[in-house]
């Protein structure tokens, strides 16, 4: 069973050893609570906080490997590492099988900069939400069913993206709007503003004037992410805006009044 975009639908021929993590679950079974909703998680990644790693950013996601204490396997694309979302209860550092995972990563992104990989035990439902998800169909009907109920959205977000949301999720992930570098998590879009052309002697005063403007406009301050750049302000918008007609039309009012009150400003001290 697969659910999600078409560019994704080739990980449905993913296959992978699970006797290893196999093996991990079963090591743990007398201390895991509900153990069945138990299930050992790769996370394999591009280290995307790293400065070298700036231009491999052909694919931005998280590509993760899951098996139930039944040896049932879901391969998923998500937005962000489960294991970040969720601390592992019970984590293994070193595994036999970590190169073949890494190479699988390799193989499916593109990339040339040796991925991050870790492993875990997590309870379901996991809290990342997967914009591609592949598996054993029982399983997952049934996961699918329960976070309907539950109102939870973690692997039934995939059944949300198609190829027009996933290419705005490519595009933004980690990349630009207009001034603002954009960072997608499962918080949500967070937008920080870099105006490299306002002089450093305005720029705490500008840094007030978005405060403000983030105010008037109901948005939230966004998520820390480590930034390169100097960074006026920031604001977080809901991820379900990538599924609107016109998804940043309220970041747009922001940046005209940014734009007006600044052209207004410095007319004054710059002529």
């Known amino acids: 069973m697969y659910v999600g975009p078409s560019k ?20 743990k079974k007398e201390r895991l609570d509900v153990y069945h909703r138990h299930v050992a998680v790769v996370t ?19 590509l993760n490997f899951i098996v139930t204490t039944s040896n049932e396997k879901i391969v998923g694309i998500s937005i962000s590492p489960p294991m970040t979302r969720t601390p592992a209860i019970y984590r293994m550092s070193e595994f036999k099988t970590k190169e073949r995972f890494e190479q699988k990563f390799i193989n499916l992104s593109g990339s040339k900069t040796q991925p991050v990989c870790q492993c875990g035990i997590l309870k379901l439902p996991l809290k990342t939400r997967f914009i591609a998800i592949s598996g054993n169909e029982e399983f997952l009907r049934k996961e699918l069913f329960s976070e309907k109920v539950m109102g939870v959205e973690s692997f039934s977000f995939s059944s949300k993206v198609d190829d ?28 920080f503003i870099i105006d490299r052309k306002l002089p450093d002697e305005f720029k705490p005063l500008f840094s007030e004037v978005v405060a403000l403007l983030r105010k008037k406009y109901n948005f939230q301050p966004a998520k820390y992410f480590p930034i390169n750049e100097k960074v006026l302000g920031s604001f977080n918008a809901e991820l379900n805006l990538l599924f609107s ?7 747009d009012k922001l940046l005209a009044d940014y734009e007006k009150i600044k052209k207004d400003i410095l007319k004054y001290f710059i002529g």
């Open 8 to 27: 994704y639908e080739y990980i449905k021929d993913i296959e992978f050893d699970t006797s290893e993590l196999i093996q991990f679950l079963e090591s």
């Open 164 to 191: 027009k949301i996933l290419e705005q999720l490519e595009k933004y992930k980690n990349g630009w709007y207009k001034l603002c570098r954009t960072v997608i998590t499962d918080d949500g879009i967070n937008f």
């Open 44 to 62: 394999c990644h591009i280290n995307e906080l790293s400065p070298e790693n700036e231009h491999d950013n052909k694919f931005p996601f998280y």
């Open 245 to 251: 007609q016109e998804p940043f039309a309220q970041v």
